[in-house]
Nanobody, 119 residues
């Protein structure tokens, strides 16, 4: 079973950037589609971005499109989320998740990393 650990969160001013990392252990990520989700206080968890297990395709929520970029480095067993032009409404706990190939549920989740954007 793969385990995921996020890092890179923190406090940043509006307009700034952060890069989140999701490091995997226990199994190679190369067969997993990877996603980033976020949960703001008092709100449900929402999808932000995903990258296919082959790395050939990405998909973004409208709220982050053009500002966030998801990427993967299977040699390092790590997935990244580059976040630019951050807004206060991006404040949330960010989670990475994995699902085998591109089917089935998001079966594996990290513990989350806090991102706070000040105005």
């Amino acid at each position: 079973q793969v385990q995921l650990v996020e890092s890179g969160g923190g406090l940043v001013q509006a307009g700034g950037s952060l890069r989140l990392s999701c490091a995997a252990s226990g199994r190679t990520l190369s067969s997993y589609t990877m996603g980033w989700f976020r949960q703001a206080p008092g709100k449900e968890r929402e999808f932000a971005a995903r990258i296919s297990w082959s790395g050939g395709s990405t998909f973004y929520a409208d709220s982050v499109k053009g500002r966030f970029t998801i990427s993967r480095d299977d040699a390092k067993n790590t997935v990244y989320l580059q976040m630019n032009s951050l807004k206060p409404e991006d404040t949330a706990v960010y989670y990475c998740a994995a699902r085998f190939r591109d089917a089935g549920p998001w079966a594996v989740w990290g513990q989350g990393t806090q991102v706070t954007v000040s105005s």
